[in-house]
């Protein structure tokens, strides 16, 4: 009987330490699996996407034309060499932006075309302060679509085949 109970405690004795070594072995896994991703994490820069680059290449690009277009007209006839110059300098960086923009596939490329429009910018500003402007046109006001306009969005997404739900998260 002795030897029952003996193998009885024993039996007891290694489902407890089968138990701590299951739970042992899913922490370590755990923590492996956390560090793994941490380290991951931590190793990779933050990136820019592709479409935020791409909207942010088009934002400065038509913040660029919009400083091109005239406060006044007689202030851009009676622009001085040095104005005229600017302005020249800008609607070249404007053009070469957009040919850019057309083209640009990467985050990179889109880099490139937020660099030049950001150029054309600066001399707009010459141009501006040459002419006795202030240096900083304000930046062009977001126009929000009118209701006739979202109900033709709406209708020409439906008619491509987008559900409702997908067509007013995109309006």
Known sequence: MTEQVEAALRAAGEEEAMGWAIALSALLITGAVV????LRRAGEPEATSQL???????????????????PGATAWVSAGEEAGQALTRAAEC???????????????????????????LAHV???RQ?????????????VEPTERVQQALHGAFLENGSNSTTVSAAL
């Open 35 to 38: 560090a793994a991703v941490a």
């Open 52 to 70: 935020d680059a791409e909207a942010e290449a088009n934002r400065w690009l038509i913040r660029l034309g919009a400083g091109l277009i005239p």
């Open 94 to 120: 404007h053009r070469t932006a957009r040919a850019l923009l057309a083209e640009a596939r990467t985050a990179a490329e889109y880099e490139r075309v937020t660099r030049m429009a950001r150029d054309g």
């Open 125 to 127: 500003r010459t141009a």
């Open 130 to 142: 040459a002419l006795g402007l202030a240096a900083d046109a304000p930046a062009p006001a977001a």
